[in-house]
């Protein structure tokens, strides 16, 4: 399956996990959710590297490499998400997060070389403009779903969202070499999941206050935050780490910011409201970019 595609199917599947994400980040707190989502994730994904037999791929440099990719997008970059998301809500945390495409493409001119031009470079912009659009304007007004409600200074929120983008630039710039040399994408995953899940448990551990839990789990909430690690974190990365083994990295990081567009239809669900113009209007530049940059 072409590279684009699976950044593409990756995106459908954070924008699934994100609805299973928000009410239960709130609840529990980020740091607590993202421990729990991580602990979940590693499970399965471990059970099909043994299974597999892929983890024998793994050397201790690479490992090392691919944990330190996981502090910087899973350990600060999810929580980061998160904890914008519980401020600001998916809407409003997705178009903030949606710049890691921006970011991607400028680091990977800087330190990969990659470049766009013509068709590429005009349907990179139309996609990531459409993205904008389409959560900027894709509230109508009045709307008073809880997701919608500010919590805490916007501004902290804003910081955090951006702080998430650039970490997931940052750490899919660092393992796109060590992917495109063929390792497993489910091995290279399984790492850097469980070194997130270290790092989250040693601060609970050391007893922050920060990682605590803010509400018990109940049994709904428990299989929110399942459901949330097995499709985004066990799928949805796996898709992108399996991505980036053909395709270049500034190309990923663009199909990949697709899923707030691809949010906007299963928000339509949640609200049982139709979306506004402004987000019919973002997807079709979003969809008319994609094909753009095909045609490049």
């Known amino acids: 399956m072409p590279a684009e595609a699976l950044?593409?199917?990756?995106?459908?599947?954070?924008?699934?996990?994100?609805?299973?994400?928000?009410?239960?980040?709130?609840?529990?707190?980020a740091f607590a959710f993202t421990r729990w989502r991580?602990?979940?994730?590693?499970?399965?994904?471990?059970?099909?590297?043994?299974?597999?037999?892929?983890?024998?791929?793994?050397?201790?440099?690479?490992v090392a490499w691919l944990a330190l990719s996981g502090l910087i997008g899973i350990f600060i970059g999810d929580t980061a998400l998160f904890?914008?998301?519980?401020?600001?809500?998916?809407?409003?945390?997705?178009?903030?997060?949606?710049?890691h495409a921006l970011f991607s493409a400028l680091l990977a001119w800087l330190f990969l070389g990659e470049t766009l031009w013509g068709w590429t470079l005009l349907g990179a912009s139309l996609l990531v403009s459409g993205v904008m659009v389409a959560i900027a304007w894709g509230r109508r007004g009045g709307e008073t779903h809880a997701w919608e409600s500010t919590r805490g200074s916007i501004w902290v929120g804003a910081l955090l969202g951006l702080l998430a983008a650039l970490c997931q630039s940052v750490a899919t710039l660092m393992i796109k070499p060590m992917m495109a040399s063929g390792?497993?994408?489910?091995?290279?995953?399984?790492?850097?999941t469980t070194a997130s899940f270290l790092a989250h448990a040693a601060l609970w551990w050391a007893?922050?206050?920060?990682?605590?839990?803010?509400?018990?789990?109940?049994?709904?909430?428990?299989?929110?935050v399942w459901a949330s690690a097995t499709i985004a974190m066990g799928?949805?990365?796996?898709?992108?780490?399996?991505a980036l083994k053909t395709g270049p990295a500034?190309?990923?990081?663009?199909?990949?910011?697709?899923?707030?567009?691809?949010?906007?239809?299963?928000?339509?669900?949640?609200?049982?409201?139709?979306?506004?113009?402004?987000?019919?209007?973002?997807?079709?530049?979003?969809?008319?970019?994609?094909a753009l940059i095909l045609k490049g």
């Open 235 to 242: 799928l949805g990365m796996t898709l992108i780490l399996q």
């Open 38 to 62: 991580l602990f979940f994730a590693l499970t399965l994904l471990w059970a099909l590297s043994f299974y597999t037999g892929q983890w024998r791929s793994l050397d201790m440099g690479s």
């Open 7 to 29: 950044a593409a199917l990756a995106a459908l599947c954070w924008a699934f996990g994100s609805l299973f994400s928000a009410t239960a980040a709130s609840q529990m707190g």
């Open 183 to 192: 390792m497993d994408a489910i091995a290279a995953s399984a790492v850097r």
């Open 83 to 99: 904890a914008c998301m519980n401020r600001l809500g998916p809407r409003r945390s997705g178009v903030l997060f949606a710049t």
């Open 207 to 224: 007893g922050a206050q920060v990682a605590q839990v803010q509400q018990g789990m109940t049994i709904k909430t428990a299989f929110h």
């Open 250 to 290: 500034n190309l990923v990081g663009l199909f990949s910011s697709l899923s707030p567009v691809l949010l906007l239809p299963l928000l339509w669900v949640v609200y049982r409201r139709r979306p506004a113009w402004g987000a019919w209007c973002g997807a079709v530049m979003a969809v008319l970019g994609s």
